[in-house]
């Protein structure tokens, strides 16, 4: 299902933390099937987190946890 046009800082946003879980599973040397299996989550679900896509806050807890970092950090980088 398609989610409704976003103002373009909120799809930047969203690519950003994307990036920064990307980032901090590389530098744990995780793969997206481990962080899935971690957090208790789908790996699509983590793929599409990475790629900028919508996702829950639930979710973004989970992986922040983990990644062993506060929530804050992938929000705020």
């Known amino acids: ?3 409704p046009d976003h103002p ?3 799809l930047d946003a969203r690519r950003a933390v994307g990036d920064r879980i990307r980032v901090r599973r590389l530098h744990m040397n995780m793969t997206q099937e481990v962080l899935a299996h971690e957090a208790g989550i789908d ?3 983590v793929q599409r987190m990475e790629a900028g896509h919508e996702m829950k ?5 989970l992986v922040a946890h ?3 970092v506060h929530v804050t950090d992938l929000l705020h980088g």
């Open 66 to 68: 983990s990644l062993r």
């Open 43 to 45: 790996r699509s679900t």
């Open 57 to 61: 806050l639930s979710h973004l807890l």
């Open 1 to 3: 299902m398609p989610s």
């Open 8 to 10: 373009q800082w909120i």
